[in-house]
């Protein structure tokens, strides 16, 4: 299944199976498909949401219960989903050939969500003034295009750096060590990188 995948889907599917555990879920199910989606990219989901919703309020909708559905399914990966969460992962593959796609992407994903009759992904979305026929009208328009990798990082960050005065210095007990660790807190990453002879230096920036 993980080869028809984008790596944004595929991660849509690694956030869902976090959202089941994290629940205490047996299975996977759609809703758990939809919180791991809005984690990867809650922007997208947001084009078609009036107003925006943060990933908080989100989530406040779809305060998940564990889940012990009879008619379990596996995916490849040996992964249990409902049969919901395999219907949509069928109907995204459906809509990816529609698209003439040959991978699997995160808006054939919200697509196939909207496609299940009666379910609360797709009553948020009507309350939002949204449905399925609006977001495929919408991404005829403007296809989903990922987030740049560099556009994921959070804005600020640290660097941990080890800059010695020269390659023969050392750190020796009972001695002022010639090597140093500092600390920075930093901004957004920038472009270029200038570092110091001799230095090692460790950039930290979470993921968003």
């Known amino acids: 299944m993980f080869e028809q995948l984008t790596p944004e889907a595929r991660r849509v599917i690694f956030f869902a199976r976090v959202e089941s555990d994290s629940a205490g879920a047996d299975a996977i199910t759609e809703e758990h498909l939809f919180l791991g989606l809005i984690h990867e990219d809650l922007a997208f989901v947001n084009r078609f949401l009036q107003p925006e919703l943060t990933e908080n309020d989100l989530r406040a909708k779809f305060q998940i219960q564990a889940s012990y559905a009879q008619d379990l399914k596996r995916s490849g990966e040996g992964w249990p989903m409902d049969s919901n969460c395999a219907s949509v992962l069928s109907l995204a593959d459906e809509e990816a050939r529609i698209a003439g796609s040959t991978l699997t992407g995160i808006e054939h994903m919200l697509m196939a969500l909207l496609r299940i009759n009666g379910s609360r992904v ?7 003034g949204a449905d399925f026929e609006t977001v ?14 560099e556009e994921r990082l959070a804005s600020t960050g640290k ?6 005065d ?3 210095a050392t750190v020796a007990v009972d001695k002022k060590p010639e090597v140093q660790v500092e600390e920075q807190t930093l901004g957004a990453l920038p472009d270029t990188v200038t570092v110091r002879p001799f230095s090692v230096n460790i950039y930290s920036y979470p993921v968003q």
Request: hydrophobic content about 45%; charged content about 25%; overall charge positive.
């Open 166 to 168: 020269s390659l023969d």
């Open 122 to 128: 797709v009553e948020l979305f009507r309350r939002y």
């Open 136 to 149: 495929k009208r919408q991404l005829a328009i403007t296809p989903y295009v990922p987030l740049a990798k």
């Open 159 to 164: 660097v941990w750096r080890m800059a010695p």
